[in-house]
């Protein structure tokens, strides 16, 4: 399931490399399908959708140049991103007078690739599947609540734990809005480094900083008309902090770099998973940005408090990985483990624990076999309502000898960073030093990024 809502298209000849592009953009949260060569590219975009492509320029069959030329006479706004090991000037002119997008130069950091992608990033209207989930009451007054503001400009902050479907509900915010035609763009606080986010909220001019070489829209341009979300917003630095406040109350943004302001027409949603009124008291978050951005606040319960979400979602999420079509039924032994279950990992965790479900069955019904949970004592029978279950609510007291094996799956993570680092994020090389399979390497991966661990990476040699 794409946080975004987009779908990349990554056109690369040398798996690893081509591996390595898409766990990136995947951990970003885009939708991610893949070619190895350009051939093979034009053959899928012809029975799919996608929204960027990126490819490199030396592939055999069919190379970069001659593909960007293949798109724009099929798809002329579709955007592509060129990647080349030679970082000519005469070849990017060429690609740029193609009608390339944008080209990137290896080697390059996984930084830069998720900061390039970001600019084409609009992200598209929800319709179908992506509509809100709400049979539970309490979801029912937070949908009713949000259509209500939906139909006023006003800025609204949306609260809760990791997972309950924040983004999901913004959008369904901008959907219900006068806005609805126009962009809606996302942008994630906690994912980039401070000077990064600055230059992508709000753009830069050519010459600003090294690396500038022409001039970007930002964020807030890109939303013109539309709706912008703020994503954790808590975790913008405090500096940051003060030239979001000044764009928010004059509407106009200055690039970095520029001399004039750009008059905005942008609403802002903004979300947090954390207590901003604390984050104010400790001195994180500044008061008069607070209160510019809590104009209208609504707070969505986690999972375990709105139980009868929690299996209309199972199927929602059941329907959208039955790629064959056929009817999956649900044992009444599984519903009632999944309806039990208090979910720590909110939606999120209920998403991958479907997705895994799917993957073992055999049959037309998901019985209580296929489901595995991160922590089957976590359960909602023996949990007093309103307990926190997240990561960042419960305080770590492991009890049973549970603290030793806390330290050692926190040692073996941090190993496997300082590979990755040291390996310029390879993954064969990686599981080489390591001592592991590269199937291994990619269990333990995805497990790091289910927990939320940023993985280092440089791609391209």
């Given at each position: 399931?794409?946080?975004?809502?987009?779908?990349?298209?990554?056109?690369e000849?040398d798996?690893?490399?081509?591996?390595?592009?898409?766990?990136?953009?995947?951990?970003?949260?885009?939708?991610?399908?893949?070619?190895?060569?350009?051939?093979?590219?034009?053959?899928?975009l012809?029975?799919?959708?996608?929204?960027?492509?990126?490819?490199?320029?030396?592939?055999?069959?069919?190379?970069?140049?001659?593909?960007?030329?293949?798109?724009?006479?099929?798809?002329?706004?579709?955007?592509?991103?060129?990647?080349?090991?030679?970082?000519?000037?005469?070849?990017?002119?060429?690609?740029?007078?193609?009608?390339?997008?944008?080209?990137?130069?290896?080697?390059?950091?996984?930084?830069?690739?998720?900061?390039?992608?970001?600019?084409?990033?609009?992200?598209?209207?929800?319709?179908?599947?992506?509509?809100?989930?709400?049979?539970?009451?309490?979801?029912?007054?937070?949908?009713?609540?949000?259509?209500?503001?939906?139909?006023?400009?006003?800025?609204?902050?949306?609260?809760?734990?990791?997972?309950?479907?924040?983004?999901?509900?913004?959008?369904?915010?901008h959907?219900?809005?006068?806005?609805?035609?126009?962009?809606?763009?996302?942008?994630?606080?906690?994912?980039l480094?401070?000077?990064?986010?600055?230059?992508?909220?709000?753009?830069?001019?050519?010459?600003?900083?090294?690396?500038?070489h022409?001039?970007?829209?930002?964020?807030?341009?890109?939303?013109?008309?539309?709706?912008?979300?703020?994503?954790?917003?808590?975790?913008?630095?405090?500096?940051?902090?003060?030239?979001?406040l000044?764009?928010?109350?004059?509407?106009?943004?200055?690039?970095?770099?520029?001399?004039?302001?750009?008059?905005?027409?942008?609403?802002?949603?903004?979300?947090?998973?954390?207590?901003?009124?604390?984050?104010v008291?400790?001195?994180?978050?500044?008061?008069?940005?607070?209160?510019?951005?809590?104009?209208?606040?609504?707070?969505?319960?986690?999972?375990?408090?709105?139980?009868?979400?929690?299996?209309?979602?199972?199927?929602?999420?059941?329907?959208?990985?039955?790629?064959?079509?056929?009817?999956?039924?649900?044992?009444?032994?599984?519903?009632?483990?999944?309806?039990?279950?208090?979910?720590?990992?909110?939606?999120?965790?209920?998403?991958?624990?479907?997705?895994?479900?799917?993957?073992?069955?055999?049959?037309?019904?998901?019985?209580?076999?296929?489901?595995?949970?991160?922590d089957?004592?976590?359960?909602?029978?023996?949990?007093p309502?309103?307990?926190?279950?997240?990561?960042?609510?419960?305080?770590?007291?492991?009890?049973?000898?549970?603290?030793?094996?806390?330290?050692?799956?926190?040692?073996?993570?941090?190993?496997?960073?300082?590979?990755?680092?040291?390996?310029?994020?390879?993954?064969?090389?990686?599981?080489?030093?390591?001592?592991?399979?590269?199937?291994?390497?990619?269990?333990?991966?995805?497990?790091?990024?289910?927990?939320?661990?940023?993985?280092p990476?440089m791609?391209?040699?």
């Open positions: 399931m794409s946080e975004l809502g987009l779908t990349i298209l990554v056109v000849d798996d690893l490399l081509r591996e390595a592009l898409c766990d990136t953009l995947k951990f970003a949260g885009y939708n991610v399908v893949f070619a190895s060569d350009g051939i093979e590219a034009l053959a899928l012809h029975r799919q959708l996608v929204d960027l492509v990126v490819s490199d320029v030396q592939m055999a069959a069919m190379d970069g140049h001659t593909l960007l030329q293949n798109i724009k006479a099929i798809w002329p706004s579709l955007p592509v991103v060129l990647m080349t090991a030679f970082g000519c000037v005469e070849k990017a002119v060429e690609a740029m007078r193609d009608g390339a997008a944008d080209y990137l130069t290896k080697p390059f950091e996984a930084e830069v690739l998720i900061e390039m992608v970001s600019r084409f990033a609009v992200v598209k209207k929800t319709t179908g599947s992506n509509e809100m989930i709400a049979e539970d009451p309490r979801a029912q007054q937070v949908v009713d609540l949000a259509r209500r503001v939906a139909a006023s400009d006003a800025t609204v902050m949306l609260s809760g734990e990791s997972g309950t479907g924040k983004e999901v509900l913004a959008r369904f915010i959907d219900n809005s006068a806005r609805s035609d126009a962009p809606f763009v996302a942008i994630n606080c906690a994912a480094p401070e000077t990064m986010l600055e230059s992508i909220l709000f753009g830069y001019e050519k010459g600003a900083f090294t690396g500038a022409q001039a970007r829209a930002g964020k807030f341009e890109q939303a013109q008309g539309g709706t912008l979300l703020l994503d954790e917003i808590s975790e913008m630095d405090i500096a940051l902090q003060a030239k979001l000044r764009v928010l109350q004059e509407k106009e943004v200055e690039r970095l770099g520029g001399k004039s302001t750009i008059d905005l027409d942008v609403r802002v949603l903004a979300t947090t998973n954390r207590d901003l009124r604390n984050e008291s400790a001195g994180r978050f500044r008061e008069d940005l607070f209160y510019r951005l809590n104009v209208f606040p609504i707070a969505l319960a986690p999972l375990r408090e709105r139980r009868g979400d929690i299996l209309p979602l199972v199927r929602r999420f059941v329907d959208e990985q039955n790629g064959e079509g056929q009817v999956v039924n649900l044992s009444p032994e599984a519903e009632q483990i999944l309806h039990d279950y208090a979910w720590p990992g909110n939606i999120r965790e209920l998403h991958n624990v479907v997705q895994r479900a799917m993957i073992l069955l055999t049959g037309a019904t998901l019985t209580e076999a296929d489901i595995h949970l991160e089957p004592a976590c359960n909602l029978a023996t949990l309502l309103g307990t926190p279950t997240s990561t960042s609510e419960m305080k770590s007291e492991p009890v049973d000898g549970s603290a030793l094996e806390n330290d050692l799956r926190n040692h073996e993570q941090q190993i496997i960073v300082d590979a990755l680092k040291a390996e310029h994020g390879r993954r064969k090389e990686t599981a080489e030093r390591l001592g592991i399979s590269p199937r291994t390497l990619r269990y333990k991966l995805a497990k790091l990024r289910d927990e939320g661990i940023a993985l990476g791609y391209g040699t």
